[in-house]
């Protein structure tokens, strides 16, 4: 096949990004975000290619762990936990580590009689996200209700927001301190369970809650949250591309793409390139953003489309089919588009869809 519309995917950028990752935490364990199929990158080549430098791995849900586990024996999280006792007995079966944050799962853990030692079970505390997990009043008693079948305890938790602006610090340290505050009335009662609290943005702008595990996500795959906390130099690793298949001129006033929304003010030379929003190129980038034609900005014109989105080339000279159109990655970080568009780097990096080709370099 030979589609123009790829993902060129440095899988030794992966590597060194981890590495400056886990300089950063030296004394932590590292159980990286693989979920979403590692945020659009693949995660077979992924996990395959970070496996012997990390203790640990986190998905979302028991699908993405089951897959997981058929490539790596590495500890694998489900950070979401069972749905239903049925996902409960294949995640003990597969030996998948298990967050509880309800009341409501941890009855599928008593009707188990002799519950695996290797597996950790890892209590999610709500600390002030309002999302999943228990709140501070009910985690003595579920840390005891789960002492009873094992041992083996982490706590953890999530930030709201993990950023190094000034209304993110003051949320966070809300957050540490809570998480704090908990494990302190544990440790008082002869407990001592392992703790995790950190993701990418707290790695990079908050060293208190690094604590035993941390769980780098968007950082692994490139993004250090540049406009809004510490730097460490991390590598672009993805760079979606495509190539023109049709180099045409309209005239001043042709309209282009759906209901017309761009009219060429001069005599014009556009370019359509083999990419739209069935492909994960966001639709607002219409009339709107921009691509790197060998380098140089091409405005994106018209609206985008299910398969197909229109550039201006009126000032490029001598251009031709075999130009190198970059999306995003390469001198276009993913983080640029996401601001055009309103969005966030995750939602762009995950919506690249299975048709787009992935290439590892």
């Not at 556009?270 to 069935?278: E, N, S, T």
Request: hydrophobic content about 35%.
């Amino acid at each position: 096949m030979t589609r123009p519309t790829v993902a060129e995917i440095n899988l030794t950028a992966i590597r060194k990004n981890l590495k400056k990752i886990k300089s950063l935490s030296r004394d932590s364990l590292i159980y990286p975000v693989v979920k979403a199929n590692a945020y659009g990158h693949g995660y077979k080549k992924v996990v395959k290619e970070i496996e012997n430098l990390v203790d640990g791995l986190c998905v979302a849900t028991t699908e993405e762990a089951l897959e997981i586990r058929k490539i790596t024996n590495k500890n694998i999280l489900c950070m979401e936990g069972p749905y239903d006792q049925k996902e409960f007995d294949l995640l003990i079966k597969n030996k998948i580590d298990i967050v509880f944050h309800s009341k409501r799962q941890i009855g599928f853990i008593e009707r188990t009689n002799d519950f695996p030692k290797e597996i950790k079970v890892w209590i999610k505390i709500d600390t002030g996200m309002n999302r999943l997990g228990f709140k501070e009043d009910e985690i003595i008693d579920t840390f005891k209700q789960l002492q009873v079948k094992t041992k083996k305890i982490v706590l953890m938790s999530h930030f709201s927001s993990a950023a190094g602006t000034k209304s993110s610090k003051i949320k966070s340290k809300k957050q540490i301190d809570s998480f704090n505050k908990i494990e302190k009335k544990l440790n008082k009662m002869g407990f001592n369970p392992l703790s995790s609290l950190c993701n990418s943005g707290g790695l990079l702008n908050y060293r208190s809650s690094h604590k035993d595990i941390v769980r780098p996500g968007i950082s692994l795959y490139g993004i250090d949250q540049k406009e809004i906390g510490n730097k460490i130099g991390l590598e672009n690793v993805l760079t979606f591309k495509t190539k023109l298949i049709s180099i045409k001129t309209v005239k001043k006033g042709d309209k282009v793409g759906y209901d017309g929304k761009w009219t060429a003010k001069k005599d014009s030379i556009i370019g359509i390139l083999p990419v739209g929003y069935a492909d994960g190129y966001p639709s607002l980038m219409g009339n709107n953003g921009f691509v790197l034609v060998n380098g140089k900005k091409a405005k994106v014109i018209g609206k985008v489309s299910m398969d197909l989105t229109a550039v201006d080339l009126s000032n490029f000279k001598d251009i031709n089919y075999e130009a190198d159109v970059v999306l995003w990655g390469r001198d276009l970080p993913v983080e640029k588009i996401a601001k055009l568009t309103k969005n966030i780097p995750y939602s762009i990096m995950t919506s690249l869809s299975a048709r787009v080709k992935r290439i590892y370099l």
